[in-house]
């Protein structure tokens, strides 16, 4: 699968290849933003985009990767101009797994609870015949541009927060196109970074628990296969592992077909503003947090799944307690 990555250095930005051991540099575009924005006039697609353009220019990887090198591994997305104009989204419940980790936060028994019911729902009627509109999935919004976090990128547990935990997913990468047409440019690994003790004290906290951080990386996979992907997530402390545990994603683990997913998230007539770009998460099968894990200041989150690349990585960065309210003047 054609792997990219976007690339910094003093002000310069670079899209690049991802031709192991080394990235290899486009020419004519400084951003996946334009060079999607120019796949969708019809031209030519992305992949070929792509071909055309790559230079026999050849950065080592490694030294980029571990943060040794002048370049920076930047998002493999944004909108370079207004990160306003990205917007992040995600999707829950979504995965046959899902139901066990939300359970195990918000101790599900009897009665029936509303998150077993929605989890329900996606069994009986989240995989609809082509053509038809299955049962919508738990939605909720986690920021714009401005939350992203790239691979070796902090994220931030603020001072107001319960605490912070990783949900190791695949995020889809989405630009609309001129018509109002949303036009998937791929997918990438991500970690879509919550509060979950703050959701766990009372379900409709789950709103506010998810606007925080996260981190998507650090390649995007041009059209990728989405039926079963393996993966495995891990907590480092102190360069020693103490957690782990083998994910699985794609619609073969999921109780939601992707095109349904999709669907519900852009039948929003606000969710298809030309020009705008969407990174939408797909959900998550495991949690620490569901296992007892506590993550604290320098904890390092590493996600990787098969055929995406190399590992995400990113620290957790805890933050002083919050101590006054914040004030809002009059003019």
């Not at 353009?53 to 930047?74: C, H, K, N, P, Q």
């Not at 797909?282 to 990787?304: C, E, M, R, T, Y």
Request: negative net charge; hydrophobic residues 40%.
């Amino acid at each position: 699968m054609m792997r990219l990555v976007q690339l910094q250095n003093a002000g310069r930005r670079v899209v690049a290849l991802v031709d192991e051991p080394v990235l290899r540099p486009l020419s004519g575009t400084d951003s996946t933003y334009a060079l999607a924005l120019e796949a969708t006039a019809g031209s030519a697609t992305l992949a070929q985009l792509v071909r055309n353009r790559v230079t026999d220019e050849r950065l080592d990887y490694d030294e980029i990767y571990a943060g040794a090198s002048a370049w920076r591994l930047m998002t493999p997305v944004d909108h370079p101009d207004e990160p306003a104009r990205c917007l992040v989204s995600g999707t829950g419940l979504t995965h046959v797994g899902s139901a066990t980790s939300r359970g195990a936060m918000h101790a599900m028994q009897t009665p029936v609870t509303d998150s077993l019911r929605m989890f329900r729902a996606g069994l009986e009627g989240g995989r609809p015949a082509a053509g038809r509109i299955g049962a919508a999935p738990e939605w909720f919004y986690k920021g714009n541009g401005a939350s992203l976090r790239a691979h070796r990128e902090a994220l931030d547990v603020p001072g107001y927060a319960g605490d912070g935990g990783e949900e190791a997913e695949i995020a889809g990468l989405y630009l609309i196109d001129a018509a109002g047409r949303p036009r998937r440019i791929g997918m990438t690994a991500g970690n879509e970074f919550s509060d979950h003790q703050f959701e766990k004290s009372n379900y409709l906290n789950l709103a506010g628990s998810k606007l925080r951080s996260c981190a998507i990386g650090p390649e995007l996979v041009v059209d990728p296969e989405f039926r079963s992907i393996q993966g495995r997530v891990s907590i480092e402390r102190h360069g020693r592992t103490i957690w782990e545990k083998d994910i699985a994603t794609g619609e073969d683990q999921m109780c939601h077909s992707l095109a349904n997913l999709e669907h519900h998230h852009f039948k929003f007539d606000a969710h298809r503003r030309p020009g705008d770009l969407h990174v939408h998460f797909f959900g998550a099968q495991s949690l620490s947090f569901a296992d007892g894990v506590k993550l604290v200041d320098d904890d390092v989150i590493v996600i990787q799944f098969d055929g995406f690349g190399r590992a995400l990585r990113n620290p957790v960065a805890v933050g002083a307690p919050l101590s006054k309210p914040i004030i809002v003047h009059a003019l």
